[in-house]
């Protein structure tokens, strides 16, 4: 028999009145259950943020992006790129020519994130669900088009049905002298426009174009690139095949992923949710200290059980062990209490949406969150420790009472 746990199990649950640590016990199960409660839910919120980006990276960049690890321009070629192809687990491989130009459309002009892309570009259906107006088409026998971002339609008043009227592109000519009252200076390039596409804000100044009109246009060299991007074969895992690519791409080159994409991010993200964790666990120890109150009136109150138990040949690490194991009990049960609802309230709120992002612009109507076992977990841990804690100096001080 465990003698501590069944002496603290009669004492918690066994009294034949309510007294006034009784409800302070009861009190402190409450308090540690809301707090673990919100522990679940704040740290599924941040989950579900995290996933969220992802879901929204994933529409716009590739699995795997070749870039260099100095310049914004490197020399690619055939041999490269057919070593790449060759790569176990690499699917499509994209030609990407990245940099910022003018934007031109009737009166009005604005900076736009210029995106060259070969036509296989579009094999990757990434964008099939972000297209808002139009289609996505690059090139339709000799006619060249572009698409757009619906923040760069909104800025210019693009209209695509008037076909008259293109999307100009301009882009300052290598080693010209730059000057606003001379056309002269700058390439130009003009395309209608196929398509729209929406994503997110972050995404809303780019324009997509073949990749032949973009290298004309900002003068680059026909192996010259400012990317490659690697769409992975169906159920090829993204660690082995960018492990097997750093000997391919060699020591000038870089291989990121879409978390090295969005480093800062992500590390904003995960920062924010490390402060707001160890807030409510400051949350929850304020509230635990009911149990250190409640424990240390108990000891009081329990002290001709303490005498009677010495008598009997109890030591003072049983004693000890008792209140211990009364306060842990009064945690746990509230933990497995709080555990409960907040995953409850975390599943109603995937399901169902009930607390909304309250703002029309938002691409999605509810808060997104998702459970996961290691913030279980942790909650937990925290909650044993906290409760190891204020429980400890009562416990303490019952074992000190023998003597």
């Not at 057919?82 to 009166?107: F, H, K, M």
């Not at 995106?115 to 000799?142: M, P």
């Not at 791409?249 to 090295?260: F, K, P």
Request: proline share 3%.
């Amino acid at each position: 028999m465990n003698l501590p746990y069944w002496i603290a199990h009669r004492y918690f649950f066994s009294r034949k009145k309510r007294s006034f640590i009784s409800m302070l016990s009861i009190l402190s199960m409450l308090g540690v259950g809301v707090g673990t409660m919100a522990l679940v839910v704040v740290l599924s919120v941040f989950n579900g943020m995290e996933e969220l980006n992802r879901a929204i990276f994933k529409t716009f960049e590739a699995d795997l992006t070749i870039s260099p690890k100095q310049g914004k321009r490197f020399q690619a070629s055939d041999t490269l790129l057919t070593r790449i192809r060759q790569t176990p687990g690499v699917g499509l491989v994209t030609s990407v020519i990245e940099d910022n130009a003018l934007a031109r459309y009737a009166d009005a002009q604005t900076v736009v994130k210029l995106k060259g892309v070969e036509e296989n570009y579009l094999q990757r259906r990434q964008l099939d669900t972000a297209v808002v107006e139009g289609r996505l088409l690059l090139r339709d026998n000799n006619a060249t088009f572009a698409v757009v971002a619906e923040g760069v339609r909104n800025e210019l008043s693009i209209r695509r049905e008037d076909v008259l009227t293109p999307l100009e592109l301009w882009y300052p000519q290598r080693g010209a002298t730059l000057s606003v009252l001379s056309t002269d200076a700058f390439n130009q390039q003009a395309l209608n426009v196929s398509g729209v596409f929406f994503i997110e804000q972050r995404y809303d100044d780019y324009v997509i174009a073949p990749i032949s009109v973009v290298r004309a246009l900002v003068d680059y060299e026909p192996d010259e690139l400012t990317n490659i991007e690697i769409q992975l074969a169906p159920r090829a895992e993204l660690a082995t095949v960018k492990k097997a690519l750093l000997p391919v791409v060699g020591e000038s080159l870089q291989i990121r992923d879409r978390d090295d994409l969005n480093t800062d991010l992500y590390r904003a993200i995960r920062i924010e949710k490390l402060f707001v964790a160890l807030t409510l666990s400051f949350i929850i120890l304020v509230a635990s200290m009911n149990i250190f109150f409640s424990l240390s009136m108990l000891v009081i109150e329990k002290k001709e059980d303490i005498r009677i138990l010495n008598a009997m040949g109890a030591t003072p690490g049983l004693i000890r062990r008792i209140f211990l194991t009364e306060g842990t009990i009064i945690a746990l049960i509230g933990a497995l209490v709080g555990l409960a609802l907040g995953v409850g309230l975390c599943l109603l709120q995937e399901e169902y949406g009930f607390v909304q992002m309250g703002t029309v612009s938002s691409i999605i109507d509810a808060y997104p969150v998702r459970v996961e076992a290691g913030d279980l977990i942790l909650t937990g841990t925290v909650v044993i420790l906290i409760t190891l804690l204020t429980s400890w100096f009562p416990a303490q001080r019952a074992a000190r009472s023998m003597t």
